[in-house]
T-cell receptor, first 113, second 117 residues
C-alpha cells in the first residue's frame, strides 16, 4: 500500500520567516495530496490540497508544490504567525487499491514570536 | 449543519469493559471513517464505510467493530477494552461520487479521548 513520510518531525521558525515541510510517497499512481492542520486539542482540518495534474497551488500564505518524478510534495508557509503553530499532516490518495487516504505521521511546527 | 458529531468526548474504561463511540454526520456524506491518533503517531485508520450497509477494515481493526445501518451514523464498538486502546478517536466523513480520481475534503469530528486503565 501507499507509504507517506514527513520530514522534519519538528520545525521551529521565527515569526515572519518561512516554513517548509516535505512529504514523500511511495505509490507513483497516487493522484491526490491534501494537507491537514491540527491545532492542539482540536480536530484536523484541510488547509490545502493538490492533484497530480498540477505542479503548484497557492492560497494566500500557504502553497503546495508537487514533484511527481521524485514522488514528493511540500507545504510552504510564508510570513509565519503564531497561529500557524500546529501539527501538519500530509496524505496521499492511491489511485488503485483500498480507496482511502494514507496519512503521514505529522510535523510539529512551532512559530516563535 | 452540525457537521460530524462524536460522543462522548472523554471516557475512562476499565480493562475488559466494552463501549460504543457514537458518530453522526448531517452532510449526507457517503464515506465515513474511524481513525485513532496516538501521540506522535499520526492518524491510523481503524474501519471505514463507503455507504449504508457496507464496511471494511483499515490498518488497525483488531479489537473494534463497526456498523453502518444508516447514511448518518457510524458507531465504533470496543469489546474487551485493553490499555493499548488508550487513544484519541476521530470520526470523519466525506462525499465521493465515484471514480478513483475523485476524493474530497475529510471532515473530522472533535474527537473522543479514551483512557483504559
Amino acid at each position: 500500500g501507499e507509504n507517506v513520510e514527513q520530514h522534519p518531525s519538528t520545525l521551529s521558525v521565527q515569526e515572519g520567516d518561512s516554513a517548509v515541510i516535505k512529504c514523500t510517497y511511495s505509490d507513483s499512481a497516487s493522484n491526490y495530496f491534501p494537507w491537514y492542520k491540527q491545532e492542539l486539542g482540536k480536530r484536523p482540518q484541510l488547509i490545502i490540497d493538490i492533484r497530480s495534474n498540477v505542479g503548484e497551488k497557492k492560497d494566500q500564505r500557504i502553497a503546495v508544490t508537487l514533484n511527481k518524478t521524485a514522488k514528493h510534495f511540500s507545504l510552504h508557509i510564508t510570513e509565519t504567525q503564531p497561529e500557524d503553530s500546529a501539527v501538519y499532516f500530509c496524505a496521499a490518495f492511491p489511485r488503485e487499491g483500498n480507496n482511502r487516504l494514507a496519512f503521514g505521521k505529522g510535523n510539529q511546527v512551532v512559530v516563535i514570536p | 449543519n452540525a457537521g460530524v458529531t462524536q460522543t462522548p468526548k472523554f471516557r475512562i474504561l476499565k480493562i475488559g469493559q466494552s463501549m460504543t463511540l457514537q458518530c453522526t454526520q448531517d452532510m449526507n456524506h457517503n464515506y465515513m471513517y474511524w481513525y485513532r491518533q496516538d501521540p506522535g503517531m499520526g492518524l491510523k485508520l481503524i474501519y471505514y464505510s463507503v455507504g449504508a450497509g457496507i464496511t471494511d477494515k483499515g490498518e488497525v481493526p483488531n479489537g473494534y467493530n463497526v456498523s453502518r445501518s444508516t447514511t448518518e451514523d457510524f458507531p465504533l464498538r470496543l469489546e474487551l477494552a485493553a490499555p493499548s486502546q488508550t487513544s484519541v478517536y476521530f470520526c470523519a466523513s466525506n462525499h465521493r461520487t465515484g471514480g478513483s480520481a475523485n476524493t474530497g475534503e475529510l471532515f473530522f469530528g472533535e474527537g473522543s479521548r479514551l483512557t483504559v486503565l
